[in-house]
Nanobody
């Protein structure tokens, strides 16, 4: 089992920045592909960013590419999502997930563990 706890959400103005963290505990964190997903009110879940165990391969959705940066610190069992140039349409609950395979689908199929999410609200 892997337990994931997100933090760092909150209210931010458009154009601002926010950094999300996801702390993992349980089984060996460094072996997992880590991803961030989000779900806006009334919308389907959406893949945001993902990173392989070594950090050697990183994936972004087109909607956040160039604005968001995913990173991980395996020594701290933590994955981060740095969000810059935030837009009101980035408002969503952001979820951290861990999986044994690379997953970039919006459904998150293949991710084995999920956090409970943290709300990011971007005001215009």
């Amino acid at each position: 089992q892997v337990q994931l706890v997100e933090s760092g959400g909150g209210l931010v103005q458009a154009g601002g920045s926010q950094r999300l963290s996801c702390a993992a505990s349980g089984r060996t964190f460094s072996r997992y592909f880590m991803g961030w997903f989000r779900q806006a009110p009334g919308k389907e879940r959406e893949f945001v960013a993902g990173i392989t165990w070594s950090g050697g391969n990183i994936y972004y959705s087109d909607s956040v590419k160039g604005r968001f940066t995913i990173s991980r610190d395996n020594a701290k069992n933590t994955v981060y999502l740095q969000m810059n140039s935030l837009k009101p349409e980035d408002t969503a609950v952001y979820y951290c997930a861990a999986g044994s395979t690379i997953t970039t689908s919006n459904s998150g199929y293949g991710m084995d563990y999920w956090g409970k999410g943290t709300l990011v609200t971007v005001s215009s």
